[in-house]
């Protein structure tokens, strides 16, 4: 099926060695260094509220400006911690964690799944996943742990 030429890459990251809360912060920094705007979508609330305390005090010598959906100023955050499927900060990558659904994939550059490669139920939910996009013509990638670096595999 030929990709259309605006559509979504996805990109999915098999976590091994690093847990969610070493390889989010990392992959959010590069997002808004690109210029980007980021939504970090969780299926859990709990991961909403952790992350939104986690963001702030991660390094200390660094913080991730983000809010959770619902508050005020949540179209102006550069990323924004949700767990519906709405788009309030026109953010250009979607992060999916703890098996969190994709929903429409329109107006994202990009769509980065996270999950963890120990968990059978995350890995059979990203395999499930890798076919649906791919289905709907999405570029798609699978990304691991080398040596403390990402590399593409496929």
């Known amino acids: 099926m ?8 996805v990109w999915f990251y098999h976590l091994e060695r690093t847990g ?15 210029g980007w705007r980021a939504i970090v979508r969780s299926s859990a609330a709990e991961r909403v509220e952790h992350l939104d305390g986690w963001l702030w005090s991660y390094r200390d010598d660094s913080f991730l400006p983000h809010g959770p959906a619902g508050e005020p100023v949540a179209p ?8 519906d499927d709405a788009n309030p900060n026109g953010a250009d990558a979607l992060f999916l964690i703890d098996g ?12 980065v799944v996270l999950f ?5 139920v995350q890995l059979g939910h990203a395999r499930g996943l890798w076919s649906l996009v791919k289905g709907r013509g999405h570029p798609v990638s699978y990304w691991r742990q080398q040596g403390g670096r990402w590399e593409k595999q496929a």
């Open 20 to 34: 969610l809360d070493q390889a989010l912060p990392e992959l959010l920094e590069k997002t808004l260094q690109r």
């Open 116 to 120: 963890d490669g120990g968990d059978e």
């Open 76 to 83: 102006r955050q550069p990323i924004l911690l949700t767990t």
């Open 100 to 111: 969190a659904e994709p929903g429409d994939l329109d107006g994202y550059s990009r769509c």
């Open 2 to 9: 030929a990709e259309p030429a605006s559509a979504c890459e």
